[in-house]
């Protein structure tokens, strides 16, 4: 059994961890750790040219799980926390918990099992409708039930909601407006394979009219810590409109998220999820962040996320005031319940600084000037390479300008005056980030 155990030898006070990813939410919570009087050396597999600026970057994929135990067995790795889902749902905590040699290093990140919560909608659906954790109605069909979709799209009123069951990249859901589209592209997806194997099973769901944030908990599988609330804009347009993206910008704290609001999302959805992977077994240390809709005052799951999200990290991470890397060694030792958890209260944005073209086709390889002109705050590297001393653009997402204040507006200020002060080859912004959390609409 990994984790937990309390042995100081496995987990001594200062601590060697690899951070899987190289995003911004890795170079965010690598950013954190690296803060912790517990880290005495930190690496990122990948990495990008902001995470080496707080530990080491090294050349290994997420998904290549052999050199990943090279790497961590030569380096005397002592934790290891995965900041993307793929390598969860392929199952990279059972390979450490299977292997003898890497059973003992706690990773951070669920059991395959628990990474079904998001590599399977069909099974996250079970899992809610199991401890009667509020969703949306749905129904789930393959090739062989597909008259029965058809029937059950006729029973729900506009819009249809369409999910592929499998990770799709963020691509594999539908929201269409006519009955008649809604059944073509539910058989395209069942019989055409429209999303690949991603939609060999869709998940057909009442659509849901209300506003989205999200929540995110850390959890040893039976005790957990609610981290500060968050909302992304995940449109590439201003007004929210265009194609979806990773994410364009995020705000936290949510400003409806209050304490009534906040407490309902405790009782009826933190409480059954961590209650409901405890009693079913399912091995889970780690991230929770629960996609949520908030309708008339009461919210309902969308989707679970075994991981942070990201650009919601920028903003989440850099609120909390304790130790994320004593946490994890909580977690570790099994003392994660009786540590104390502070949030700052102030409020954080973050701005994404994209390629021209993202999400559709982007140049990689334009040269980022005016980092050294930043000031007041942070910037959390995504798609970004360093070449001959220079930091180049290599991704659509290329980096998240986070700031703090006492408002949201008075964060945004300083986020948008930094990315005017970035510059790259088809640089683009949104800069409306919460236009619809202003004061006088909420
Ligand atoms: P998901 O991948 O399940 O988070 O869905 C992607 C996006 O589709 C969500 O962020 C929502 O904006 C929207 N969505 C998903 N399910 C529903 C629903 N039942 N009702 C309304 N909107 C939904
Ligand atoms: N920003 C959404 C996600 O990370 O899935």
Request: aromatic residues 10%; negative net charge.
């Amino acid at each position: 059994m990994c984790c937990p155990r309390r042995n100081t030898e496995i987990y001594p006070y200062r601590m060697n961890v690899l951070v899987l990813g190289s995003g911004g939410r890795e170079h965010a919570l690598s950013w954190k750790i690296s803060q912790s009087s517990l880290c005495e050396k930190l690496f990122i597999a990948p990495g990008n040219a902001g995470t080496s600026s707080v530990g080491q970057n090294v050349d290994i994929s997420v998904n290549d799980f052999p050199t990943i135990k090279t790497f961590v067995l030569e380096n005397d790795i002592n934790m290891v926390v995965v900041g993307p889902e793929d390598p969860l749902v392929n199952g990279i905590y059972d390979f450490f918990q299977n292997d003898s040699a890497l059973s003992d290093i706690c990773l951070i990140g669920p059991s395959k099992e628990g990474a079904k919560l998001e590599g399977s909608k069909d099974y996250s659906k079970q899992f809610m409708m199991r401890h009667n954790i509020p969703t949306a109605a749905y129904g789930s069909f393959t090739a062989e039930t597909l008259k029965e979709g058809c029937d059950f799209l006729e029973t729900l009123n506009p819009p249809y909601v369409l999910k592929a069951d499998g990770l799709a990249a963020g691509k594999g859901v539908l929201i269409l407006d006519e009955l008649e589209t809604a059944k073509a592209e539910l058989k395209a997806m069942l019989t055409e394979a429209k999303f690949g194997k991603a939609s060999s099973t869709v998940v057909i769901e009442e659509f849901l009219d209300g506003i989205e944030l999200s929540v995110f908990v850390l959890t040893d599988g039976k005790n957990y810590k609610v981290l500060p609330s968050a909302k992304d804009y995940k449109r590439i347009g201003e007004g929210d409109k265009g194609l979806n993206t990773g994410g364009m910008g995020a705000i936290s704290p949510v400003p409806f998220a209050d304490s009534i609001f906040m407490e309902k999302v405790e009782n009826t959805i933190i409480k059954p999820t961590v209650f409901g992977l405890q009693e079913e077994n399912i091995d889970y240390k780690g991230f929770i962040f629960i996609g949520l809709m908030n309708v008339g005052g009461e919210p309902f799951v969308i989707e679970y996320n075994v991981r942070m999200g990201d650009p919601e990290t920028e903003v989440v991470i850099p609120r909390i005031k304790s130790d994320l890397l004593n946490l994890f060694r909580g977690i570790a030792m099994g003392t994660f319940g009786e540590q104390d958890f502070y949030v700052d209260e102030d409020v954080a944005t973050t701005v994404m600084l994209v390629s021209g073209g993202y999400p559709e086709s982007y140049e990689k390889g334009k040269e980022i000037v005016g980092l050294e002109e930043v000031e007041n705050s942070l910037v959390f590297h995504a798609g970004t390479k360093e070449d001959n001393q220079k930091v180049l653009t290599n991704g659509g997402r290329v980096m998240a300008l986070t700031s703090f204040g006492r408002t949201m507006e008075e964060a945004l200020e300083k986020s948008f005056d930094n990315a005017k002060k970035i510059h790259f080859d088809g640089k683009y912004f949104r800069r409306d980030i919460g236009f619809d959390l202003k004061e006088e609409k909420v």
